[in-house]
Each structure stands twice: as structure tokens, then as C-alpha cells.
């Protein structure tokens, strides 16, 4: 009878500590929690959680590298819009000297101006050397031009592909861009493939096709300014379409940026250690933990104290 009682009180004290480790292990763990301020800290504090949020970090490191892509296109886009403001302001210099070359001045003062407006074409020509990171942006590689004629839009000028109209109207309803896959620029400005924005820029040769630049006559300068106007047609044209994806990539890093913090918001849901809670966790374990151990103390004096009495009598 003596070995059944001194049996269960052992298998008591196991118990015992097995509760206690219970206890001490969750203090552990909230602690980890605690200092590292995560609620999954390992795969398995929470399987699923943990391959989910592992996705979404994923996640955000390609929204991060998308917003710095856009950023970077944003700024390409500056360089190449910077150069073709300044080449319009060169085109509008020129049409300024081709009028007042056909005002009422003599020869003498044409020849003057001629001189003058030559000097600024090879300015605006030495704008096609305009580059980004190595690239040449104007050198034809990102994007061809295409002028389709229609009634419903005039546009006065001399030349149309190399052939001299000798002022007669030209009628541009729209300029486009050559549809070829390679024949543009692209950005990647997303996280997934696809998600890109494509950008033309035109050639420089294409840009000053049939430009006619001569004020030494009032019938030259006439033509000079019609010249003038058809190359203006085409930097407006080209400005529009930086603008345009000026805009998209704005909107672009806006939705990227928010996506980020909506991410990160979900994210912070999942991982994220309720630092209140964990604390009061580790408050209960603890004290559980001391509570056990006064149990255990207490039952090992009472098993002490069987053991006395089954000692024999001296």
C-alpha cells in the first residue's frame, strides 16, 4: 500500500512540472513577442498567418521597386520635356526673326537676320544629343511619327514629306506614332508584368523634315515662317505626349503609394504583436508558474514526510 501512495504523489510532481514548463514556455514566447513586437515570430506561432504575410512582404518589396521605377521615368520624363521646351523656345525665336524679316526692311537687314536664324537652327539641332542614364532620348529608337492628312484641320506650311507645296495649305487632322511593339520606351511602373507605360519620342531628323530656313528674300522668309510652323505642330504634339504620361505616372505612384499602405495596414493585422494582451499573458503565466512551484514544494514536503513515516522505527 505504501509503494501505490508514493506512486501517484510521484506521478503528482510530474505533473506538476509539466504545467510548470506549460507556463514558463508561454512567458517565453511572450516575451519574444514582446521585444521583437511581432506576433509571428516563427512558422509555427501561426502557419497560415505566417505564408500570408510572407506573400505580402513580397508584396510591398515589388510596390517599393515599382513607386522607385515610376519615380525614375518621372524624371526621364522631365530631362526629355526640359529639352523639347528649350528647342521651342528656339522655334519661337526663329518665327519672331522670320516676321520681322517680312516686314519693311531693307536686304541688308534680312541678310542680318538670316545670319541669325541660321545660327539658332544649329542650336535646336544639337538638342538630339539630349540623353538619360546613357540613353539618347531624340536619336529615333522610341518612336516614328506619322502625319495623316485630312481636310478638317489646316495647317499652312511648304513641305509634306520632301515635297514643296510652295505655300499651299496642308491639313493635318492627327499625328501618331508607329504602332511597331519595339518602336517606344517602356517603363515598368507596377508589380506584375505588363503593368508598364510606353513612351515615344520622336526622331530629330523626322522632327526638322523639310525645314526651310531663308530670309534673304521676303517670299523665303514667308516660307521660312510656314516652315517654322509645321516643326512647332510637331514640338507641341511632342509635348503633349510627355505631359500626358507625365499625368499617368503621377496617378501611377499616387495608386502605388496607396496600395503600399493598405498593404501594410493588412500586414500589420496578421504580424503584429497586441503588446497589452502578450503582456498580460506573461503577468498570468508567471504568476501560474510561481503558483506551481509553491504546489510542487509543497508536494515534495508531503511526499518528504510519507517517505518519514514508512522508515522503521529505531
Given at each position: ?49 505566417n505564408?500570408?504575410?510572407e ?36 522655334v ?33 539641332l544639337?538638342?538630339?544629343?539630349v ?16 502625319e ?5 484641320t ?12 510652295d ?10 506614332w ?32 523639310g ?10 522668309a ?21 505631359g500626358s ?41 508567471n ?28
Open positions: 500500500m505504501a509503494i501505490t501512495i508514493h506512486g501517484e504523489m510521484a506521478r503528482g510532481a510530474d505533473g506538476l512540472t509539466t504545467i510548470m514548463n506549460r507556463h514558463q514556455t508561454e512567458m517565453s514566447k511572450s516575451i519574444e513577442k514582446i521585444s521583437t513586437g511581432l506576433k509571428i515570430n516563427h512558422a509555427g506561432d501561426d502557419s497560415a498567418g505564408a500570408i504575410s506573400k505580402m512582404r513580397t508584396q510591398l518589396r515589388a510596390l517599393d521597386q515599382s513607386d522607385d521605377n515610376t519615380q525614375s521615368a518621372g524624371a526621364l520624363l522631365g530631362v526629355a520635356d526640359a529639352a523639347v521646351m528649350s528647342m521651342l523656345d528656339v519661337t525665336e526663329m518665327h519672331v526673326k522670320a516676321t520681322e524679316a517680312l516686314g519693311t526692311i531693307d536686304d541688308d537687314s534680312r541678310q542680318i537676320l538670316d545670319s541669325a536664324i541660321k545660327n539658332l537652327r544649329d542650336e535646336i544639337s538638342e538630339g544629343g540623353s538619360f542614364n546613357g540613353r539618347r532620348l531624340f536619336d529615333g529608337n522610341w518612336g516614328r511619327l506619322k495623316t492628312i485630312d481636310a478638317t489646316t495647317y499652312l506650311g511648304n513641305y509634306d514629306n520632301d515635297t514643296a507645296l505655300g499651299k495649305e496642308l491639313h493635318f487632322a492627327n499625328m501618331t508607329s504602332s511597331e511593339e519595339d518602336d517606344s520606351m517602356y517603363f515598368q511602373v507596377g508589380p506584375e508584368p505588363g503593368d508598364g507605360i510606353k513612351a515615344h519620342f520622336m526622331n530629330m531628323d523626322e522632327l526638322f523634315d525645314l526651310f530656313v531663308d530670309l534673304t528674300s521676303k517670299e523665303n514667308e516660307k521660312t515662317a510656314k516652315s517654322l510652323d509645321k516643326v512647332t505642330t510637331r514640338l507641341l504634339y511632342q509635348i503633349s505626349e510627355i504620361l507625365q499625368e499617368r505616372l503621377e496617378f501611377t505612384s499616387s495608386n502605388l503609394q496607396m496600395v503600399n499602405e493598405n498593404t501594410q495596414s493588412a500586414l500589420s493585422v496578421i504580424q503584429d504583436a497586441d503588446i497589452a494582451k502578450e503582456m498580460t499573458n506573461f503577468v498570468k503565466n504568476v501560474l508558474m510561481q503558483a506551481t512551484q509553491a504546489m510542487m514544494a509543497q508536494a515534495n514536503t508531503t511526499l518528504a514526510s510519507f517517505v518519514n513515516l514508512l522508515q522503521p522505527v529505531e
